[in-house]
């Protein structure tokens, strides 16, 4: 489940007419770590504490394995990429980075390999300065339609900033 991001078929509804993109960067919930801090913290306890509080011990290991399905499985995004498809410019919010402004040629969209295992990014390439910045980052393991989706939204950005689309296409 993913907290405060649009779904892709919203993306590229978006792309196609808005005049501004958030492209979100999905991304863990902290409410796992916290959950497993509080159980590391509760077996810790137990164990200091010795005999005949078992059942602590049994409620922090529960804790932790909640925590690590929360920490697997509980995403959100609020962080990434605004695309202003009239200024022709990408602005990071909650990001490190600059603003970067499509002027000249050498510009282009590519999808990639991504930065987890079986997830496809899109980038914004620079023929000189190469991956200048990873746009969007999919979840793992799209399939048919979603893959379809992923293709149409590069399109879309390519066309839309009137650059180049380059790399494979799904």
Known sequence: M???????DALVRA???APQ???PRVEAHPAGLWLGGASLA???AAAGIGDGHA???WVALVGMLVAMLLHA???RARAGWLVDFAARTIAPRELPGEVVVIDGAGWSIACAPGDRRQSIAIDLRHAERGRVVRLFDSAARLRGASM???NELADVLA???RIERSGPRL
């Open 159 to 161: 066309r839309r900033l």
């Open 73 to 75: 499985r509980l995403k």
């Open 15 to 17: 792309a196609h007419d």
């Open 55 to 57: 059942a602590l011990g």
């Open 148 to 150: 379809t989706r992923l």
């Open 21 to 23: 993109l958030f492209l």
């Open 2 to 8: 993913t907290v405060g991001a649009p779904s892709l």
């Open 42 to 44: 509760l077996g810790l």
